[in-house]
């Protein structure tokens, strides 16, 4: 199956037999948020673009991660699927101004023919008691929505009858065996949408904070999916960018993006170009 690259940021080294769509225009007005309307044009350049049937989707910087839902939108077919995301965020949190890289995961859910979402691999504190009013109530209250976290105090959820849609653990490895346990054996076709930010940083540097994953726990979850993954997207890439937007500039901020550091750039993408490979590997072995 041939990958798919998105360029938008240019953070996506080369793949074996891959299609480049050529998209940098839409860099600065896409990343990290945007009108739903915009995103929609998007999405439809996307769709006219990309052949019906081909390989994983790389999306480059996680700022991109919205993307996964037009891609979703468009899986072939009409059969009923669950979609799983491995993130470090519940990308489920309120945003105002149309839809953003952490806010992508409400759509989703809420579509028809998707029967759940997994997000696995939460240690962010969006899902904690001092977050709880931003998270959007309606998927996880409708149980399409599961939390897959560890290190995270999320007790609060039991006020307000969500205990069910909270899986909290001690560790990350834990945390794999119960969710594995859980997907071994079943039939339903998944899409898989991976955010390397879910992985340690050993694993791959990302621009945004990150989880505990180890490698080998990623590659569990995935290997649990094997027979049934329909369509797949990875994003987590890392790359830098300066808004010229004022209120895109405040909002990374307020998000308390990291700065990169322009002089070790180019190793961690390397890093993540090599796991990027593997990743593919473990997806389509």
């Not at 041939?2 to 240019?10: A, E, F, T």
């Not at 290190?151 to 039991?158: L, S, Y």
Request: proline share 5%; net charge neutral.
């Amino acid at each position: 199956m041939q990958p798919i690259v998105l360029d938008l940021d240019g953070s996506v080294g080369e793949l074996p037999d891959r299609l480049v769509v050529p998209l940098r225009e839409y860099e600065e007005s896409v990343r990290f948020g945007c009108s739903v309307s915009r995103l929609r044009r998007l999405g439809l350049t996307i769709d006219a673009t990309l052949p019906r049937e081909h390989g994983t989707v790389f999306l480059g910087s996680g700022d991109f991660h919205h993307l996964t839902w037009p891609l979703v939108a468009r899986v072939p077919g009409k059969q009923a699927f669950q979609v799983v995301v491995l993130d470090n965020h519940p990308d489920n949190m309120r945003f105002p101004f149309g839809v953003h890289c952490g806010s992508w995961v409400r759509r989703v859910a809420m579509m028809p023919r998707v029967t759940h979402v997994h997000v696995i691999g939460i240690t962010s504190h969006d899902i904690g008691k001092g977050h709880a009013w931003e998270n959007y109530l309606g998927p996880l209250k409708a149980g399409k929505l599961t939390y897959w976290s560890n290190g995270v105090d999320t007790r609060w959820a039991a006020r307000f009858g969500l205990e069910t849609a909270f899986r909290s653990f001690p560790d990350a490895d834990a945390m794999v065996e119960d969710f594995v346990a859980m997907q071994t054996g079943a039939g339903q076709p998944v899409y898989l949408s991976i955010d390397k930010d879910a992985y340690a940083p050993d694993v791959a540097m990302t621009n945004w904070d990150q989880g505990t994953l180890s490698e080998a726990g990623g590659d569990a979850i995935i290997r649990s999916l094997r027979g049934r993954i329909i369509a797949s997207d990875v994003t987590g890439d890392i790359s830098r960018h300066v808004y010229k937007s004022w209120w895109k500039r405040r909002l990374s901020a307020m998000d308390d993006q990291p700065d990169i550091d322009p002089l070790r750039l180019r190793g961690w993408q390397e890093q993540q170009h090599a796991l990027n490979l593997r990743l593919l590997g473990v997806i389509h072995g």
